[in-house]
């Protein structure tokens, strides 16, 4: 089964219950069983309206505060792509949820820090005369930030993770560490409440222009890159009474904003790593392979093809 949504739609998280619904229909319809709809949104169902509301109606949101830290962007960033091949690739790697676990344990990282040292690495060996900073951006959700409220967006964003040229990443450990610092730095609920103090104001100067006027904005914007990386891990582990059905399941970003997004989902006790990049040549991935090798974790690579998505006509960006 294949499902596109666009983010003007849902974020991440955002469109899981659509999806847990539809895998359950297919399923119940396809196996003629009748499957425990627990935690399923099923057709009828009363949408409670703080689902579809305002989830910051009790925060001060026009009252925030500059937060303490900001980190600036990284404006000359490392870029992965060095050629003018324009065919998007996709490559879904497979790994224990033990086995990855573990090892973000044992070295003080978290899935998406992880990913994203390892990345960083493989970026090094990639092209080590490259002397620009390998930037990463790691998504976040803000209503998650600021507390437990009942609404489907996610309300998401990023926070960027720096790789300079002269910092070893050799000790794997210390850099899942350092990266887990910059990304509490600015995950904290006033860098939160501030940003979507900002997201409001500028919906409102949007919300004055012509349809046509925001439309280029937007495509503008997506069109435009930002970082090296970008990697995003939906913390969903079970589709519920379906969970036996499902042998995988792994999310797709288009590379939009990055030469290469990496969608990480964990279902059915394993993570799924759908790396999604804007060139069709191999030695990247085969790097980053050989970063998760060299750290003593298994992988399986259970897809390699084009990337289709039926959405949009992808924007290319030199």
Same mark, same amino acid.
């Given at each position: 089964?294949?499902?596109?949504?666009?983010?003007?739609?849902?974020?991440?998280?955002?469109?899981?219950?659509?999806?847990?619904?539809?895998?359950?229909?297919?399923?119940?319809?396809?196996?003629?069983?009748?499957?425990? @709809?627990?935690?399923?949104?099923?057709?009828?169902?009363?949408?409670?309206?703080?689902?579809?509301? $305002?989830?910051?109606?009790?925060?001060?949101? %026009?009252? /925030?505060?500059?937060?303490?830290?900001?980190?600036?962007?990284?404006?000359?960033?490392?870029?992965?792509?060095?050629?003018?091949?324009?065919? =998007?690739?996709?490559?879904?790697?497979?790994?224990?949820?033990?086995?990855?676990?573990?090892?973000?344990?044992?070295?003080?990282?978290?899935?998406?820090?992880?990913?994203?040292?390892?990345?960083?690495?493989? /970026?090094?060996?990639? /092209?080590?005369?490259? %002397?620009?900073?390998?930037?990463?951006?790691?998504?976040? %959700?803000?209503?998650?930030? *600021?507390?437990?409220?009942? $609404?489907?967006?996610?309300?998401? +964003? !990023?926070? #960027?993770?720096?790789?300079?040229? $002269?910092?070893?990443?050799? %000790?794997?450990?210390?850099?899942?560490?350092?990266?887990?610092? =910059?990304?509490?730095? =600015?995950? =904290?609920?006033? +860098?939160?409440?501030?940003?979507?103090?900002?997201?409001?104001?500028?919906?409102?100067?949007?919300?004055?222009? @012509?349809?046509?006027?925001?439309?280029?904005?937007?495509?503008?914007?997506?069109?435009?890159?930002?970082?090296?990386?970008?990697?995003?891990?939906?913390?969903?582990?079970?589709?519920?009474?379906?969970?036996?059905?499902?042998?995988?399941?792994? /999310?797709?970003?288009?590379?939009? !904003?990055?030469?290469?997004?990496?969608?990480? &989902?964990?279902?059915?006790?394993?993570?799924?790593?759908?790396?999604?990049?804007?060139?069709?040549?191999?030695? &990247?991935?085969?790097?980053?392979?050989?970063?998760?090798?060299?750290?003593?974790? +298994?992988? #399986?690579? &259970?897809?390699?093809?084009? *990337?289709?998505?039926?959405?949009?006509?992808?924007?290319?960006?030199?």
């Amino acid at each position: 089964m294949a499902m596109e949504m666009s983010h003007a739609l849902s974020d991440g998280a955002g469109v899981m219950p659509y999806i847990k619904s539809t895998v359950y229909l297919y399923l119940c319809k396809k196996t003629g069983l009748a499957l425990d @709809p627990a935690g399923i949104r099923l057709p009828g169902d009363v949408i409670p309206e703080s689902e579809t509301g $305002n989830p910051f109606a009790g925060l001060d949101i %026009d009252g /925030a505060k500059v937060p303490i830290y900001t980190k600036p962007p990284i404006k000359d960033f490392y870029r992965v792509k060095d050629c003018e091949d324009n065919e =998007q690739q996709l490559h879904c790697i497979k790994i224990a949820e033990s086995e990855l676990i573990r090892y973000c344990r044992d070295y003080d990282g978290s899935p998406n820090a992880m990913i994203s040292v390892l990345l960083a690495r493989a /970026a090094k060996e990639y /092209a080590p005369e490259n %002397d620009k900073t390998v930037s990463v951006a790691v998504a976040i %959700d803000y209503k998650a930030m *600021l507390g437990t409220y009942d $609404n489907y967006r996610m309300y998401a +964003n !990023v926070v #960027e993770l720096d790789f300079p040229k $002269n910092r070893s990443l050799d %000790d794997l450990m210390k850099s899942c560490t350092a990266a887990r610092g =910059q990304m509490m730095l =600015q995950a =904290q609920p006033e +860098n939160a409440l501030w940003a979507v103090k900002n997201r409001k104001l500028t919906y409102e100067k949007l919300s004055q222009l @012509p349809l046509e006027v925001k439309l280029g904005a937007v495509a503008k914007s997506a069109g435009s890159m930002r970082w090296s990386f970008t990697v995003s891990y939906v913390n969903s582990r079970s589709f519920g009474s379906t969970d036996p059905y499902i042998d995988a399941v792994y /999310a797709i970003a288009e590379p939009g !904003v990055s030469d290469i997004s990496c969608e990480i &989902f964990c279902n059915n006790h394993n993570f799924v790593l759908s790396i999604s990049q804007t060139f069709t040549a191999d030695r &990247f991935i085969e790097l980053f392979l050989k970063e998760l090798s060299s750290v003593g974790i +298994n992988y #399986e690579v &259970f897809r390699k093809e084009p *990337l289709h998505m039926a959405g949009i006509e992808p924007f290319k960006s030199n």
